[in-house]
């Protein structure tokens, strides 16, 4: 389900009354297969263990670098991100940052940390700014998704929910398969929600490429209440990511349902980022 922010954003205290999303229910431990359950399994502390992965690659440009983080850092101290909070039965959540490129190149930004009010949103929007902007060379969506599934084992809170929250401006050019690492992912009871960045146009130095929110739909995102949020304009980005995180954190999704990633065939081949450096570089 494509999210435009173009058309408007969607505020915690309209979410809420409104008849265009629904909650989406936790999922429960006991049913994941082979799995011991621990203390940590059994009483969940948080209502939400949100992975944020956030593109670095040479097509995102130092302009958008710089507002992505501020839109990340504007969210989380925002009115409506801290009245999301309170929705849950824990009132607070368990967040971690990194940024990705190549399938080997992952830098965590923040550690999990807690976040139940001002405070400690605050200490998290300063940790995201004070880190000097990367670029790194490839996009690697699947090596994004291998980094984060880990990371829900180290995290010391367990939540109702576990999230990876992607944003990118390109297809998977670099590692295995996106389709393999999201599949893995979902086996985990892992929810993966997409932010596709299509802010320029397509080109050939950058290897964007058309209905890059057709290909996160059907090759990146999946999970119960799995949904995206697409940014088309540049002055809307830090609305996109705030709508996104208070739809997380609340525990929304759009109310219309959303096909099963196995019940349909993809609209774009989920292959077409390594075709297209295959064709361009030959390797």
Not at 181 to 192: M, P, S, V
Request: glycine share 8%.
């Amino acid at each position: 389900m494509r999210w435009y922010v173009s058309i408007g954003v969607v505020f915690v205290a309209g979410v809420l009354a409104s008849g265009d999303v629904a909650g989406i229910a936790a999922p429960n431990p006991a049913s994941q297969p082979g799995q011991r359950l621990t203390e940590k399994e059994t009483n969940p502390s948080v209502d939400v263990e949100l992975v944020i992965a956030v593109d670095v690659s040479y097509s995102m440009d130092m302009d958008e670098l710089a507002i992505q983080r501020e839109g990340y850092a504007q969210a989380i101290v925002s009115k409506e991100f801290l009245q999301a909070l309170k929705t849950g039965p824990n009132g607070k959540i368990a967040v971690t940052y990194f940024e990705w490129a190549a399938s080997s190149d992952q830098k965590i930004i923040i550690p999990w940390r807690v976040i139940d009010g001002p405070e400690t949103a605050d200490a998290v929007a300063s940790e995201i700014m004070k880190t000097p902007i990367r670029r790194a060379s490839r996009t690697s969506i699947s090596g994004a998704i291998n980094f984060a599934m880990p990371l829900f084992d180290e995290n010391p809170h367990r939540g109702l929910r576990r999230v990876i929250d992607i944003s990118g401006d390109g297809p998977n050019n670099n590692g295995m398969p996106v389709v393999t690492a999201r599949d893995a992912a979902l086996e985990k009871g892992i929810i993966i929600n997409g932010l596709p960045i299509m802010v320029k146009e397509p080109s050939y130095s950058t290897m964007d490429i058309d209905n890059l929110d057709y290909y996160y739909e059907d090759c990146v995102i999946g999970g119960p209440g799995s949904f995206v949020v697409t940014i088309k304009d540049r002055d809307k980005f830090k609305e996109a990511i705030r709508t996104k995180l208070l739809l997380e954190v609340a525990g929304l999704r759009p109310a219309r349902p959303v096909v099963p990633v196995a019940e349909k065939e993809p609209r774009v081949s989920c292959l077409i980022g390594e075709k297209i450096w295959q064709d361009r570089w030959g390797r």
